[in-house]
C-alpha cells in the first residue's frame, strides 16, 4: 500500500477522511447543513480536498481541490478523472460545475453548485427556449404547448401543398402526349 499523501498527513485527524466516498457525501450534506456559510472540509489519503458549504441562498456548493497543481498532461488527465469520479460517487453530476472540465483547469481546483431537481427535471422547449416542455419523448423534438401546435399547424400546411403538387402532377401526366415517331 502506497504511502498517504503529505497533505494527509499534515492534517488534524479531524478533517482526514478515510471511509468510503459514499459516507463522506452523507457527511458534507450533514457538515454543510449544520455549519451554514463556513461548512465542512477533509483531506483524503491521496491528498484531495473535498469541502461543501451552504450559500446565503440555502444552494450548497462542493469544492474540489490540491495544493499543488499536475505539471503534465497526464497529471491533468487524472485530476479530470479524479474530478469525475468525486462528481459521480458524491452524486453532484446535476450541478453547475465551474469551470468546466472541456474549458480546462489552469489549477487544482472545482466547484460544484447545486441545481435543484425540480429545475433539473424542467428542461426548456427546443423551438423558443423559454416554455417548458409539454410531452417530454412524444415528439422528435421536445416542445412546449404553443410550439407543439404551430408545428403541427406547419405539417398540416406541408402536406396540404404536399397534396396540391401532387393533384397537379397527376393532372399533368394524365394528359396524352403524342406519340414519338418510330424511325423504322
Ligand atoms: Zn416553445
Redesign the pocket.
Known sequence: MPDNHPDFDGTPAGHRWVQSLGELRKELLKGARQHQGKGVWFILPHGALVAMSSREDMRRVLRIARRESPTSDKGWEAWVREVQTFAKHLEVEGWTQTPDSSEGFQKCEVLFTEVYSDEQDEPL???????PVADKGKFKED??V???IELGNEEIHQKQLQRQKENAESTARSTPKPKPKKHL
Do not use: I
Open positions: 422547449c427546443s423551438r423558443c427556449k423559454k416554455a416542445l412546449c404553443a410550439c407543439a
